[in-house]
């Protein structure tokens, strides 16, 4: 399991390669600081601080964190209550502060950001790691969703489509 760290004097990026499925959305968000074809990968200081805390945010698995150095919490936004979102032909993103706990009551893991597993093919249950690509995950057959309640408003929501 990889687990890097990439600090300028303000903030420490964290990314953890088992967590990425390679949505690029740091790479969208901040070109100049996540480019796949450069080693190190990420350069932290090629953007602003707050650059790169908006570009970490946008990573739905939680494979990039990032604090500000002396300090736990970015203080990213997070929404009032945690929601989960239904990735057409993928996984269940999502948002807001979240505990993985094991039967036993054990807390395995604590983010703002989690992709779980729902095509069941995931090597790395429960989290997804992009298999559903690969089994060509449909999620065509599902039952209609529910009347949307107007919870989270519509503005805060990402495009799932480069989670598919
Ligand atoms: S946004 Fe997160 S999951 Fe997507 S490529 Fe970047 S690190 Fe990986
Ligand atoms: S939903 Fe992505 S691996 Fe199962």
């Known amino acids: 399991m990889t687990r890097r ?18 949505t690029a959305r740091c790479l969208k968000a901040a070109p100049e600081v996540f480019d796949v074809h450069r080693r190190p990968w990420i350069v932290p200081d090629a953007g602003s601080a707050e650059e790169v805390i908006g570009a970490v945010a ?3 698995t939680g494979a990039l964190t990032v604090r500000r150095i002396g300090n736990v ?7 009032e209550q945690p929601n989960v979102l239904l990735v057409p032909n993928g996984p269940l993103m999502i948002r807001g502060q979240v505990e993985i706990v094991q039967p036993d009551g054990t807390v395995v893991r604590r ?14 249950k429960p989290y997804c790691d992009a ?21 989270v408003p519509e503005a805060e929501r990402e495009s799932p489509a480069d989670c598919g």
Do not use: M, Q
């Not at 760290?5 to 390679?22: F, M, N």
């Not at 919490?73 to 929404?79: K, N």
């Not at 995950?137 to 949307?148: C, L, N, R």
């Open 111 to 124: 983010s703002s950001r989690v992709t779980l597993c729902r095509c069941g093919a995931s090597e790395n």
């Open 73 to 79: 919490d970015p203080a990213e936004a997070l929404p």
């Open 5 to 22: 760290t990439y600090a300028t004097d303000e903030i420490e990026v964290g990314w953890d390669a088992s967590l990425c499925i390679h």
């Open 131 to 151: 298999s559903h690509r690969r089994i060509g995950f449909s999620t065509a057959d599902e039952a209609p969703e529910p009347e949307p309640l107007p919870r």
């Open 58 to 60: 946008k990573c739905p």
